[in-house]
């Protein structure tokens, strides 16, 4: 986003609230992550440890979840750099 014409007290401001809700973004994404991965891999709550399956299955859920979100973000970003030489 171009905040040029903004001055330096709006700027700031609208830095911020963009940093924020990154944040959340982050914070959501991540929670979506754990409540996956614990649902699909922890099923044994004899004990108060992980098994080592389950370990191995949160290790590999959460592993394949980052592998997606990169690659997304990463088709997101070209498609945003496909979108601004297009117009431009």
């Known amino acids: ?6 001055n330096a007290a709006e700027q700031a401001h609208m830095t ?3 940093e924020k809700k990154q ?3 982050f914070l959501r994404l991540y929670s979506n992550i ?3 991965c614990f649902n699909t891999c922890c099923n044994d ?3 108060k ?5 389950e370990e191995t299955c949160i290790s590999n859920c959460f592993d394949k979840y980052t592998k997606h979100t ?3 973000g990463a088709r997101f970003a070209e498609a945003n750099a ?7």
Request: net charge neutral; glycine share 6%.
């Open 1 to 6: 986003m171009d905040f040029s014409s903004f």
């Open 16 to 18: 911020k609230v963009i």
């Open 23 to 25: 944040m959340q973004d």
């Open 34 to 36: 754990v409540e996956k």
């Open 45 to 47: 709550f004899t004990s």
């Open 49 to 53: 440890a992980l098994s080592s399956k």
């Open 70 to 72: 990169e690659r997304v």
């Open 82 to 88: 496909e979108t601004a030489a297009g117009g431009k």
